[in-house]
């Protein structure tokens, strides 16, 4: 690490995460995260008023404990990156909002950067600079994408993505089926630890030969949801009990098998041997586990963050906007919108 590498500070919004990060280079100094998931909890699901108001009481809080983390004033930093989009809008609004205040009352340039590109630049933060080109894999609970990545501050390109419900929809869904409780990624993950992934055959979407022909690398998981609704009610038609750990066990491996089926499939084709994994989905055990498996099998590297860093956050944001100050990108304007159904092709808003 030298002084000369960008300090920049991230602002994440984007869902129910105030994130606020700080990095230096590459180098991770602080990264705050106030969480609005409990207020959720009782709705099976994010309510993006309840997240908006919970932004605007954490937001000073959180930029004030990333400071102190990371040993810096505020006015020590090079620029203020923020979540520009896609995300809900009212959530977007108060990250942009804090962040233009910031870098007006600062005097520092404004970085209003996608959010699917930041969960491909966080790598960095644990693994170093981002091999160019290489394949990105974004699972959460509202995309489900494979990217073609040449440079992350503005080369990405999209090949294929979720057509129904995203991987961590689908995991959300299930976990409310059988009375796990919310998000459902994280306690799938541990109640499948004791069941068996091969008890139950559930479907893997589009992976028929005739839907590879239109959907080689897309991705479906509401048949799944649907499918292992139909079984679980079945059981429970017959008075049989619900083995529980069996079902969430062979739901995700479902999942799983799908997610790096396709991204090694999509980076086999490109001739790419790196792999990166991010979003919320990436911090799955099993998930990391195949694909480091399969890919040793085809001699391609698997690169994923640590679980802290694949769920949102500031860091990741903060990491993207460093990217952009080294690669001497024009900042953004201080009008920046925040845009919810931002694309990932438009990196820097």
């Known amino acids: 690490m030298t ?35 409990e207020e959720h909890a009782r709705f099976g699901g994010v309510v993006p008023e309840v997240a908006s108001r919970a932004h605007l009481e954490a937001m000073v809080p959180t930029i004030q404990r990333a400071c102190e983390t990371a040993g810096i004033a505020p006015r020590d930093v090079d620029a203020i990156a923020v979540t520009a989009g896609p ?23 404004l970085y209003g950067v996608n959010h699917l590109a930041a969960h491909v630049a966080v790598d960095q933060l644990q693994h170093g600079a981002l091999p160019e080109p290489c394949l990105a894999m974004l699972v959460s609970g509202g995309h489900s994408s494979l990217l073609k990545v040449g440079d992350v501050t503005g080369d990405i390109e999209p090949m294929g993505a979720t057509i129904d419900d995203a991987a961590g929809e689908a995991f959300d869904k299930v976990a409310r089926l059988l009375g796990l409780g919310f998000p459902g990624g994280p306690v799938i993950d541990r109640t499948a630890t004791s069941g068996s ?4 055959d559930f479907p893997r979407g589009l992976s028929s030969r005739r839907d590879l022909e239109r959907h080689r690398f897309d991705f479906s998981f509401s048949g799944l949801k649907t499918a292992v609704a139909r079984w679980v009610e079945a059981r429970e038609r017959s008075g049989e009990p619900v083995p ?25 084709s490109l001739d790419i041997e790196d792999i990166v994994i991010g979003g919320g989905v990436a911090a799955n055990s099993r998930l990391r586990v195949l694909a480091e498996e399969r890919g040793a099998k085809l001699g391609i590297r698997i690169r994923v963050p640590r679980p802290g860093l694949c769920t949102d956050n500031g860091a990741m944001v903060a990491a993207l906007g460093a990217e952009m100050v080294a690669r001497g990108r024009t900042p953004s304007a201080l009008d920046l919108p925040a845009d919810s159904s931002q694309p990932v092709t438009h990196v820097l808003a």
């Open 3 to 37: 002084s000369s590498e960008p300090l920049v500070l991230g602002i994440e919004t984007s869902c129910d995460e105030t994130g606020v990060g700080i990095v230096r280079g590459h180098t991770l100094l602080a990264d705050a995260v106030a969480s609005s998931v």
């Open 87 to 109: 995300g809900l809008a009212g959530a977007l609004l108060v990250g942009v909002a804090a962040a233009k205040a910031l870098a007006i009352g600062l005097d520092k340039p």
């Open 244 to 268: 529980v750990a069996d079902v969430a066990a062979s739901f995700q491996e479902a999942v799983c098998d799908v997610l790096v089926r396709k991204a090694l499939d999509a980076a086999s």
């Open 197 to 200: 992934s091969v008890a139950i």
